[in-house]
């Protein structure tokens, strides 16, 4: 084993730790063990040299991870911004979506109710035959308030759907306000 100068050897320590020189006296007297302590040396050196490497490749992997992390952190951070985004962005169209499907619920409903209005006048003109049979003759006041009803039917559709479209407004309204945050 080889000693350096600020250590202080111990006694078996200072009897291992045999200098080139002494040891070139050795292999006169005991060319076998100095040429174990040779390559005992050697071997030590090799040994020590391979550490080095593998340290040195530890360190260079190392680095290689964490340049690798950083790239990764920053991909994902990107990853993330977009995906709030479509988040965000698929949450609006399908609220857009939700509006237009009660939009046609709606007209589809004003709709029925101006054809049954229609009808309603076809019948009270004289254009149309109720039911497919012959013509009858309803009494005055029962047809206006049957003509009262289908208007006031459509005025409260079309007060539903304003009604619709306000809250529509105040959602989107509260989604641009939590998207700001």
């Known amino acids: ?5 600020s250590e202080d050897p111990s006694p078996a320590d200072a009897k291992k730790a045999i200098s080139a ?8 007297i005991d060319p076998k063990r100095a040429k ?21 490749e530890l360190e260079r992997k190392v680095q290689t991870l964490q340049t690798e992390a950083t790239s990764l952190s920053a991909q994902l951070t ?10 965000a962005e698929n949450s609006e169209l399908k609220l857009r979506l939700q509006t237009m499907e009660q939009q046609v619920h709606l007209q589809d409903a004003l709709n029925d109710a101006l054809k049954e209005e ?13 039911n497919g049979g012959p013509m009858m ?15 006031q039917a ?6 539903a759907q304003q009604f619709q479209q ?16």
């Open 36 to 56: 174990r302590i040779w390559a005992n040396r050697q071997s030590a050196a090799r040994s020590k040299e391979r550490k080095m490497r593998y340290i040195a």
């Open 21 to 28: 020189a002494k040891l070139a006296e050795l292999a006169l």
């Open 137 to 151: 003759n309803f009494p005055a006041y029962g047809s206006g308030q049957q003509f009262y009803t289908n208007n």
């Open 166 to 181: 306000l809250q529509i407004h105040s959602q989107k309204q509260q989604q641009q306000q939590q998207q700001q945050l």
């Open 154 to 159: 459509m005025h409260t559709l079309l007060t």
């Open 118 to 130: 229609i009808q309603h006048l076809k019948v009270l003109t004289g254009q149309a035959m109720p």
């Open 78 to 87: 990107l990853l993330q911004r977009d995906t709030n985004g479509l988040t």
């Open 1 to 5: 084993m080889l000693m350096s100068g």
